[in-house]
């Protein structure tokens, strides 16, 4: 099993409607959560992280973090052509994994069709 | 203030050469991560350096290696390459440790290594 898991996509949306993208993750004890985009040739940027459970808003984006359930989803409310990229969500381990490296999904492509 | 910087944008090599790539972390971050992104592949962790010393390195061969510099600057240097280590090769930095702080990490540009 991976540690963090996305659906590859391509995800599909219509310019104006939400897209939602989720994510799951394999460490019960993980305590930290990220969202990444990434433009193709380009390298990640940062667009949201989230610690505690419950929702954290930042403009037209929403993540929604469950503990228990180990998903963290990433909402884009009013979706626009150029939010078409790859969103990377990634996962810092708990403290007794030595590892400290942010540990990254495969990335789920969305395309948001004008 | 200037984000982290990598060089060169673009590396062409041919197979059983040395490839040495270079990063300058976020003034102030201490912490430089590797991070490798084959084509179609997600991100795959290459190497942890903090205040000088090597402090994880993900699951590569050993022909990948490198150093962090009393400046905090970074050298990824590869092997004996081989055709499969054509890829973007990405730096990032943190200003802590990543685990304990609950830091962000921040990402260059990359370096495109193609071995021909």
């Known amino acids: 099993q991976k540690e963090v898991e996305q659906n590859s996509g391509p995800l599909s949306v219509p310019e104006g409607a939400i897209a939602s993208l989720n994510c799951t993750y394999s460490d019960r004890g993980s305590q930290s959560f990220f969202w990444y985009r990434q433009y193709s040739g380009k390298s990640p940027e940062l667009i949201m992280f989230i610690y505690s459970n419950g929702d954290k808003e930042d403009g037209r984006f929403t993540a929604q973090l469950n503990k228990a359930s180990q998903y963290v989803s990433l909402l884009i409310r009013d979706s626009q052509p150029s939010d078409s990229a790859t969103y990377l969500c990634?996962?810092?381990?708990?403290?007794?994994?030595?590892?400290?490296?942010?540990?990254f999904g495969g990335g789920t492509r969305l395309m948001v069709k004008p | 203030e200037a984000g982290v910087t990598q060089s060169p944008t673009h590396l062409i090599k041919t197979r059983g050469q040395q490839a040495t790539l270079r990063c300058s972390p976020i003034s102030g971050h201490t912490s430089v991560y590797w991070y490798q992104q084959a084509l179609g592949l997600g991100l795959q962790f290459l190497l942890w350096?903090?205040?000088?010393?090597?402090?994880n390195r993900g699951n590569f061969p050993p022909r990948f290696s490198g150093r962090q510099f009393p400046n905090y600057s970074s050298e990824l240097n590869v092997n004996a390459l081989e055709l499969e280590d054509s890829a973007l090769y990405l730096c990032?930095?943190?200003?802590?440790?990543?685990?304990?702080?609950?830091?962000?990490?921040?990402f260059g540009s990359g370096t495109q290594l193609s071995v021909l």
């Open positions: 350096y903090d205040e000088g010393e090597e402090r």
């Open positions: 990634a996962v810092i381990p708990p403290p007794n994994n030595a590892g400290n490296m942010l540990t």
């Open positions: 990032a930095s943190s200003l802590g440790h990543l685990v304990l702080t609950n830091e962000k990490l921040f």
